[in-house]
């Protein structure tokens, strides 16, 4: 079983960066695909090798996800915040098919955190 643990979240006001972390403990979880997830809004995933990454439209050139499997920590860098993107962030875990593989749906991740609040202000 992987346990996923999301920090980070805040308030902040619009055209700031935050930055959202996922730590995971459990079986192997270097060989996990993570994503990040937004009130049940795909946002970004990475696969278990870390080179192969996907990003939600709305996020592309603003939000980068990436990963340091030595500290099992999955990043979400958000930069040039907009109110639009205020929620609760939420990590996904699942076994991944290969090191190249990413996930971009809710039901193809297996393991869940508990979510970080993110508020953005104009």
């Known amino acids: 079983q992987v346990q996923l643990v999301e920090s980070g979240g805040g308030s902040v006001q619009a055209g700031a960066s935050l930055r959202l972390s996922c730590e995971a403990s459990g079986p192997t979880p270097t060989t996990y695909a993570m994503g990040w997830f937004r009130q049940r809004e795909f946002v970004a995933s990475t696969s278990w090798g870390g080179?192969?990454?996907d990003y939600a439209d709305s996020v592309k050139g603003r939000f980068t996800i990436s990963r340091d499997n030595a500290s099992n920590t999955v990043y979400l860098q958000m930069n040039t915040v907009k109110p639009e993107d205020t929620a609760a962030y939420y990590c996904a875990a699942r076994q991944g098919a290969n090191s190249r593989t990413y996930y971009v749906t809710e039901r193809a991740y297996d393991y869940w955190g508990q979510g970080t609040q993110v508020t953005v202000s104009s």
């Open positions: 080179a192969s990454t």
